[in-house]
């Protein structure tokens, strides 16, 4: 069974830094496309960034992250992270990482198309 674990959530000040993580213990992440949504209550899922496999290590960005964000692979540690810097109360939401292996890239996909999907990290702005 193959689950995606997201970590590294927590409540910071604006203009502060975060990084989240999502590991597997089954799915190597360096090997397919992998990406991080987020969710504000009452909103829909969002695509913050993703980057594809080996094969297509393209990234794409949401507009209102670009340039603040970065997304990167560990293959060492078998990782997907995510570093937030300058981060702004809009950035608020629960942080969801996502792979599949049977694409290439999952630019202009949904969360919910993409075949493993983690439970979330909260993170919060203020």
């Known amino acids: 069974h193959v689950q995606l674990v997201e970590s590294g959530g927590g409540s910071v000040q604006a203009g502060q830094t975060l990084s989240l993580s999502c590991t597997s213990s089954?799915?190597?992440?360096?090997?397919?496309?992998v990406a991080w949504f987020r969710q504000v209550l009452g909103e829909e899922r969002e695509l913050v960034v993703a980057i594809g496999g080996d094969s297509d290590g393209r990234t794409n960005y949401a507009d209102s992250v670009k340039g603040r964000f970065t997304i990167s692979k560990d293959n060492a540690k078998n990782t997907l992270n995510l570093q937030m810097n300058s981060l702004r109360p809009e950035d608020t939401g629960v942080y969801y990482c996502?792979?599949?292996?049977?694409?290439?890239?999952?630019?202009?996909?949904?969360?919910?198309?993409?075949?493993?999907r983690g439970q979330g990290t909260q993170v919060t702005v203020s």
């Open positions: 089954m799915l190597t992440i360096s090997r397919y496309c």
């Open positions: 996502a792979a599949d292996p049977g694409l290439i890239s999952c630019s202009g996909r949904s969360f919910d198309t993409l075949r493993y």
